[in-house]
């Protein structure tokens, strides 16, 4: 394909492309650590329309971003959509750490199962469902739990503890975007190269930076980690369902990719 072909390019223009991302942020105290005792409560954003539009105003900033680098543009749009819906949570959540964008949340009153089963007793009512087991399928809109909000504010609050600069927010998200290793690939290669050349780049502005910090190269692979141990299903819950409803975040992803940004 095109793409494979013109493999030998893509090192000046991603490198170029990555290194214009523009708007440096302050630094930012950590977040604060939360109790691990409660981490299956449900809780919300408190101010969800706020955070929401936050939100969407960064992942908008993120995928015209994404459109802007020449060599996610040199590869077939099937190649495109399979890089964007695999990544597009841990580059919004990126996005939300470079935009200092914080999250208030609040416990859900989201009943109990046993406070349903009671309620619906005496009710004369019959018992909601039981939940489905471990590794089935849930459907329907679930909140997400304390210990999945916990993890994307310690995500954010390592993010701000690094102050990473905007050239090295863009060299993370073009190590994050270019994935070789997802099923249905064909410029796999190609892609590799792109990431290889994304961490390459990051490597060498650390040194060039950071020349008394040896450690900072493993302190940002440490966030690229931390993204991975996040759920995009999460992401989509708390972020989107509060203002898109049950509408599908890959036809959502594909209407605006395939958009003018």
């Known amino acids: 394909c095109r793409c494979c072909a013109e493999g030998q390019r893509h090192s000046s223009i991603l490198y170029s492309i990555l290194r214009s991302e523009e708007r440096a942020a302050p630094p930012a105290g950590p977040a604060p650590r939360g109790c691990p005792c409660g981490s299956r409560r449900r809780v919300a954003l408190r101010s969800p329309q706020v955070a929401c539009k936050a939100a969407s105003a960064v992942l908008v900033k993120t995928l015209r971003f994404v459109q802007n680098v020449p060599c996610f543009q040199e590869l077939p749009l099937e190649e495109q959509l399979l890089l964007?819906?695999?990544?597009?949570?841990?580059?919004?959540?990126?996005?939300?750490?470079?935009?200092?964008?914080?999250?208030?949340?609040?416990?859900?009153?989201?009943?109990?199962?046993?406070?349903?089963?009671?309620?619906?007793?005496?009710?004369?009512?019959?018992?909601p469902p039981r939940a489905p087991a471990p590794g089935r399928p849930q459907h329907g809109p679930q909140l997400p739990s304390a210990g999945d909000i916990q993890a994307i504010k310690s995500f954010l609050a390592k993010c701000w503890s690094l102050d990473i600069s905007t050239k090295e927010y863009a060299y993370l998200k073009g190590t994050v975007l270019f994935n070789?290793?997802?099923?249905?690939?064909?410029?796999?290669?190609?892609?590799?190269?792109?990431?290889?050349?994304?961490?390459?780049?990051?490597?060498?502005?650390?040194?060039?930076?950071?020349?008394?910090?040896?450690?900072?190269?493993?302190?940002?692979?440490?966030?690229?980690?931390?993204?991975?141990?996040?759920?995009?299903?999460?992401?989509?819950?708390?972020?989107?369902?509060?203002?898109?409803?049950?509408?599908?975040?890959?036809?959502?992803?594909?209407e605006m990719l395939c958009a003018k940004l």
């Not at 989201?110 to 406070?115: A, T, V």
């Not at 990051?202 to 450690?215: F, K």
């Open 180 to 254: 070789p290793d997802l099923p249905g690939l064909q410029c796999t290669q190609y892609i590799e190269g792109l990431q290889r050349e994304a961490q390459q780049a990051l490597n060498e502005h650390v040194r060039l930076i950071h020349r008394g910090d040896e450690a900072r190269f493993a302190k940002l692979n440490v966030v690229l980690s931390l993204l991975r141990s996040i759920n995009a299903n999460v992401v989509a819950e708390l972020f989107f369902r509060p203002i898109i409803g049950a509408v599908n975040i890959d036809d959502m992803l594909l």
């Open 84 to 127: 964007v819906r695999s990544c597009w949570a841990p580059l919004l959540l990126l996005g939300l750490a470079q935009d200092r964008v914080h999250l208030e949340t609040v416990e859900s009153a989201e009943p109990s199962m046993l406070q349903r089963i009671l309620t619906a007793r005496q009710q004369g009512e019959q018992p």
